[in-house]
């Protein structure tokens, strides 16, 4: 059986920025090819293409992780039956919790310093986060409140903890169809991810930089002088390198118990891919983004549909990128440009492969002869509807 597999290769320039810091707060960075690299995780990037997928699905079609998954539960509860209080409420949530996924969902703990007042109530909480859609959250309450009368009881029947359990496995939203699902306590309703996200990182050597920066106190004496305040942040600035690979075979076994009734088949499918490619391509981490104001788009993108296995092209910079001219681009472009056919060729993949390009700007001019030259709306239309009508060809 042939798979289906879809790529993306992102060229994006990024000015002074500080998207993606580690524990100190300095621009994350990597070494590859013996050079230093800006570097941006696959989880940053992974959590802004889900925070864009809020504009363009519908919430239904969403999930929502979070340690509060009683609180979470609660709103729908009180939504179906305004008669049961916040504690009762509480309480069958984390019972339905609990049977669904096998996780405890207790008060937290306070610490030694906290008292806790009277009528002080704290919501029970897992001990990880955990990643509902919306449509699990809406089976999950109605059980919660059908067993009401005696919540523990009502889950020691067999048939009705099953029901629980595949309230929580069945109706994905397309954000853990996306991006996968793991429950330690449960590991039968984990969900494998159908999005793989690399680390992006500079395609040329790039060290970090000091901004100094001072804060005038706006009510300062005459006679005072100086600065209200005074500090440094880290920042760099990178033409980065961006992949991400969708395996749409398991994307659309992810979002096959989530079929809206009399709809066709593949139409699920092709709404998360578009969303998917709009929302990788056009999402933005926000580390410091009011201090930099770094909004770029990406100037390349390539997108490949594939029947066999998903291939990363950042070797072409595995030797950095010089400066050429004052810039990376143009470079990095035409290293792609070369790069990807004698990959495709050499690995016998040339024919099997559709390939879409959006690229702007003189710089990008090199991989015009890589395929079709698309906008972005174009783009994600084109290789959404492929990909779903792939899937049905091939399997």
């Given at each position: 059986m042939t798979r289906t597999i879809l790529d993306v290769h992102i060229l994006q320039t990024v000015p002074p920025n500080n998207i993606n810091r580690d524990d100190t707060g300095s621009p994350k960075t990597a070494y590859y090819g013996g050079a230093l690299r800006s570097r941006v995780s696959s989880q940053a990037w992974k959590r802004a293409t889900r925070s864009d997928f809020t504009r363009l699905l519908h919430p239904a079609e969403l999930g929502t992780r979070t340690k509060r998954v009683a609180e979470f539960l609660t709103e729908h509860i009180e939504e179906l039956d305004s008669?049961?209080?916040r504690n009762e409420a509480w309480k069958l949530a984390a019972e339905t919790i609990k049977a669904a996924t096998g996780s405890k969902v207790e008060p937290p703990k306070r610490s030694g310093k906290e008292e806790k007042e009277e009528g002080d109530e704290v919501a029970p909480q897992s001990s990880y986060l955990m990643f509902l859609s919306a449509r699990q959250r809406e089976a999950l309450a109605q059980l919660a409140v059908e067993g009401r009368d005696d919540i523990t009881g009502f889950f020691k029947d067999k048939e009705n903890k099953n029901r629980a359990r595949r309230a929580a496995d069945t109706n994905h939203s397309v954000d853990i169809a996306l991006f996968g699902r793991m429950v330690a306590d449960g590991a039968d309703i984990n969900v494998d991810a159908a999005a793989q996200v690399a680390?992006?990182?500079s395609v040329h050597a790039a060290e970090n930089d000091a901004?100094?920066?001072t804060a005038v106190d706006d009510h300062q004496r005459d006679e005072e002088s100086g600065a209200g305040m005074i500090g440094t942040i880290e920042f760099n600035s990178a033409t980065l390198y961006r992949y991400a690979a969708l395996d749409v075979?398991?994307?659309?076994r992810n979002l096959g118990e989530g079929l809206r009734e009399g709809e066709d088949t593949t139409e699920p499918v092709r709404r998360a891919v578009r969303a998917f490619l709009h929302g990788?391509?056009?999402s933005m981490p926000t580390g410091k983004i009011n201090t930099f104001g770094n909004h770029t788009l990406p100037e390349a993108v390539i997108v490949k549909l594939r029947d066999a296995r998903?291939?990363?092209f950042v070797s072409a910079f595995e030797e950095p990128v010089p400066e050429e001219g004052g810039g990376y681009l143009r470079q990095a472009c035409q290293r792609l440009a070369t790069h990807i056919p004698e990959i495709e060729r050499n690995y016998g993949m040339e024919?099997?492969?559709?390939t879409w390009v959006l690229r702007i700007g003189g710089s990008t001019?090199?991989?015009?002869?890589?395929g079709t030259t698309v906008t972005m709306n174009e783009l994600a239309e084109e290789a959404s509807a492929e990909a779903a009508g792939n899937w049905t060809e091939t399997n």
């Open positions: 008669s049961i209080e680390h992006a990182i901004d100094y920066y075979d398991q994307l659309r990788f391509v056009e998903p291939v990363n024919e099997e492969t559709r001019a090199a991989l015009d002869g890589l």
